[in-house]
């Protein structure tokens, strides 16, 4: 019974969807462009998106104009390396990527979350094996609570639960908490960011992480502050070893 009614609703979604697409079109992610599937982009805002392929420094991940060698590490990792074993990004922060973020970051729409999920699995896959390599669980960055219940959401914790779907991992949610709010760091310099955050995050009372290997996950990497305090703070509590997933990552910063 159970089967037959899962069939009856996915051919009852299948026969009303033109229906719902004329009363509802799809539109871009980006853009707001008539396509012809949900939750995607249309080619134009595909082509301008710049996706972040190798050559990166394999530390943080930040892109290279051309190949470095094997093992060659940017001059920011050289300088300071982070306290996180290594960070990857689905695509730069720019213009082109910008209007994306920010309608999931800050104008409610959540549709895109099946897309950015997948594009997240996919950047991360070497995470995610089976083996005894493979990752314990799955962390978001935390906002603090005014700043959470002036927004209503947090992002990250949306993407790393939507991720966590994909790659069936275990999602801490509420592993880490924000333990006092923080300005925002748009206009301060590296060295600034670090100071701001110090001490801003904390394991929650009663979080064991001793021995495991976890995943950071956020939605835009800047200059890595936030990632690197959160990952020093789990480093200090026992964790084997934490790795960092952003959708974007401000190239500018690199």
């Known amino acids: 019974m159970t089967s037959f009614f899962k069939q009856f609703v996915s051919v009852s979604r299948s026969a ?8 509802m079109p799809p539109l871009c992610l980006g853009c707001d462009a008539p396509i012809t599937e949900n939750q995607t ?20 991940g930040a892109p290279f104009d051309s190949p470095m060698g094997e093992g060659a590490l940017c001059s920011v990792c050289l300088e300071t390396p982070p306290s996180y074993a290594s960070a990857r990004s689905v695509f730069l922060y720019d213009e082109a990527s910008k209007p994306l973020v920010l309608r999931f970051k800050h104008g409610d729409q959540l549709h895109g979350l099946p897309l950015f999920a997948q594009w997240l699995a996919r950047t991360g896959e070497s995470f995610w094996p089976d083996a005894a390599d493979g990752v314990d669980g799955i962390m978001p960055i935390p906002l603090h609570r005014w700043r959470l219940l002036k927004r209503r959401y947090n992002q990250s914790a949306l993407l790393a639960i939507a991720l966590g779907r994909l790659v069936r991992k275990k999602v801490l949610v509420d592993a880490l908490v924000r333990t006092r709010p923080t300005p925002p760091q748009g206009h301060f310099s590296r060295k600034q960011r670090l100071l701001n955050v110090r001490g801003a995050f904390a394991l929650r009372r009663g979080v064991d992480v001793r021995g495991l290997k976890l995943v950071l996950v956020d939605d835009v990497l ?33």
Request: hydrophobic share 50%; glycine share 4%.
């Open 222 to 254: 800047t200059s890595g502050a936030t990632v690197n305090e959160c990952a020093r703070i789990l480093l200090a509590a026992g964790a084997a070893r934490v790795d960092v997933l952003t959708l974007a990552r401000v190239k500018s910063e690199m």
């Open 16 to 23: 009303m969807r033109p229906f719902w697409d004329i009363l």
């Open 41 to 60: 982009l249309c080619a134009t805002c595909w082509k301008a998106i710049h996706f972040i392929n190798e050559p990166f420094c394999p530390c943080c």
